[in-house]
C-alpha cells in the first residue's frame, strides 16, 4: 500500500496531540506511520498541559496506540525517517539496547529525523545530539545540553537531517518540514 516506511517513538505516557498528529499527516504524505515501542501491544498515551496556575505539567489519560513493532524486532534500513515523540516515555524507554542501535543508525546514514518534546531524551542519551541545535521543552534543556546539545527555543529547529520542536503547539510549524525532508530523500534513493 505505501512504498515507504516511517517509525514513530513510543512507549507507555507517550504525548497523545505529540504522536497523534504526525501519525496523521504521514498518510496523508502516502508514507507509512509504523508505530515502534518495547513490545508490541497496546500503549496508553497521555495529554501534557501546564494549567493556569500550575508551575508542574499536569498529565491525564488520552487515547490508546498499538504498536506495529517491537524495537528488538526492527531493521532500521528498512524505513526511511524516525519520529521520537514526547511525554514521559522517553525517560524511561530511552535506555532500550535496541532504540539506541535504531537511533544510532538513522544519525549515521543522515535519514530524515523529528523529535518533539521530551523526545529529545533518546538521542541524548544514544550520544547523537553532540553540537547539533534541537528545540526541546524547556525543562529537557539540561538533558539536551549535558549530552552536548545546543537548545534553541523556537517552533521549529532545522539542523541538516534533524527537525525539531518544543512541544505539540509546535506540531503545524516542524511537522511539514520534516515530512518535506522525508520526501527529499526518497526522491534521491529513487
Known amino acids: 500500500m505505501f512504498p515507504s516506511k516511517a517509525l514513530i517513538i513510543v512507549g507507555d505516557a507517550t504525548e497523545t496531540v505529540d504522536t497523534l498528529y504526525p501519525f496523521y499527516r504521514l498518510i496523508e504524505a502516502g508514507i507509512q506511520p509504523v508505530v515502534a515501542a518495547p513490545e508490541k501491544r497496546k500503549y496508553q498515551m497521555v495529554m501534557h498541559e501546564v494549567k493556569p496556575g500550575w508551575t ?67 538521542p541524548a542519551y544514544a550520544d547523537c545530539v553532540r553540537g547539533r541545535r534541537m528545540a526541546t521543552v ?18 521549529c529547529v532545522i539542523d541538516g537531517n534533524l527537525i525539531s520542536g518544543r512541544t505539540y503547539h509546535d506540531n503545524g510549524h516542524y511537522v511539514g518540514p520534516w515530512i518535506k525532508l522525508i520526501e527529499q530523500h526518497i526522491a534521491a534513493a529513487n
Open 56 to 122: 508542574i505539567t499536569k498529565e491525564w489519560e488520552g487515547y490508546s496506540i498499538d504498536a506495529d513493532i517491537a524495537f528488538a524486532d526492527i531493521d532500521p534500513s528498512e524505513y526511511v525517517a524516525i519520529m521520537y515523540s514526547g511525554g514521559r516515555a522517553p525517560e524511561y524507554i530511552r535506555y532500550d539496547e535496541d532504540l539506541v542501535r535504531i537511533t544510532k543508525h538513522f544519525f549515521a546514514e543522515n535519514k530524515p529525523i523529528a523529535s518533539v518534546c521530551h523526545g529529545v531524551e533518546i
Open 138 to 155: 524547556a525543562k529537557c534543556k539540561f538533558d539536551l545540553e549535558s549530552c552536548g546539545g545546543i537548545y534553541v527555543d523556537e517552533a
